[in-house]
């Protein structure tokens, strides 16, 4: 009796937990989605899976790539199935996923946004790569200009197709890294990083000025920078050996186009410039006016500033 007793227990315990991971694999019809979100997230209550067309064409073009506005894949890497999904809220076309644990009660909601938000109708889809999916974000505008270049007329944007009524702007590829939506990088730097260097500041005043160096053991070094002799100080610290590995590994898949680079607006009051030396000798050197020039950037600096509350400063 007593080992039926535990064979029973154990079952209920497998099912209990099979049910858990397997409730997002479980979903077939776009009901069965909507129920599942407003269980777990009362935020998304307002959110419906539709995506609003600028131009009845538009719909054309949906139909022809089969676009539906939900989709399942394992975006983390840790073998259970998540839910992507698309849609209106609130007047907003906006897009989420939905990271799966195996309680229940454990659901992670991720946003997903593009890096730049242009145009007026906007189609996110996924793709695999490898084992993993990515999530393809497509801009594009319904509404064309009509303009005189070189003495020549031109429509803006240039590839705009008449029979969907689209003009194509920018496409970016985004992927699931460290809790973050990110830039997809197909080559991420292999190299040991040498050092990173982090300067928040404002140029025309209102704020902090001080810059950090984050070497390869975790070495921190603060200086306060500063008209003032007596607040130039420098401070030490560790870096969280648990937040390290995971901040050197989200540098690592950075993507730059260029060695040097600068985004956002030179007017911009508050700017943070951002730079990191390879072992191979390889660096990179940043000036951020938009504090988030990049999806990448934006995490970077969320793990930095999360290091840099940890270190105990002396």
Not at 192 to 208: E, K, L, N, V
């Amino acid at each position: 009796m007593k080992k039926l007793i535990v064979s029973i227990l154990f079952f209920s315990l497998l099912s209990s937990t099979s049910t858990f991971a397997q409730q997002i694999d479980d979903l077939t019809i776009d009901k069965e989605v909507l129920i599942f979100l407003k269980k777990y997230f009362k935020d998304l209550r307002n959110f419906t899976l539709e995506t609003k067309v600028q131009e009845p064409e538009n719909q054309v073009y949906l139909d022809s790539i089969e676009f539906s506005n939900w989709f399942t894949g394992d975006f983390n890497d840790d073998g259970l199935t998540d839910l992507f999904v698309t849609g209106m809220e609130r007047k907003i076309y906006t897009s989420y996923i939905v990271l799966a644990a195996d309680d229940d009660e454990s659901f992670t909601l991720v946003h997903v946004i593009p890096p730049t938000d242009v145009g007026n109708f906007h189609v996110v889809v996924t793709e695999d790569y490898k084992t993993k999916p990515l999530v393809i974000y497509k801009q594009f505008t319904s509404e064309v200009k009509e303009t005189v270049k070189n003495g020549m007329p031109q429509r803006i944007p240039k590839n705009y197709n008449d029979y969907y009524k689209l003009g194509f702007i920018r496409k970016d590829t985004l992927v699931y890294k460290s809790g973050f939506m990110i830039e997809f990088n197909p080559k991420p730097l292999t190299a040991d990083i040498d050092f990173i260097q982090i300067h928040p500041y404002c140029q025309f005043g209102g704020c902090p000025d001080y810059r950090i160096k984050i070497d390869s053991a975790g070495n921190m070094i603060h200086h306060n920078i500063s008209k003032s002799s007596d607040d130039q100080k420098v401070y030490k610290a560790k870096a969280d050996p648990d937040l390290l590995p995971e901040f050197f590994n989200l540098v690592k898949y950075l993507k730059f186009p260029k060695k040097e680079m600068k985004y956002g607006s030179a007017e911009a009051n508050e700017i943070i410039t951002f730079q990191v030396k390879y072992k191979d000798g390889t660096e990179y050197k940043i000036v951020d006016y938009a504090k988030g020039g990049t999806l990448g950037l934006a995490a970077v600096y969320d793990l930095f500033f999360k290091i840099k509350d940890a270190g105990l400063w002396e």
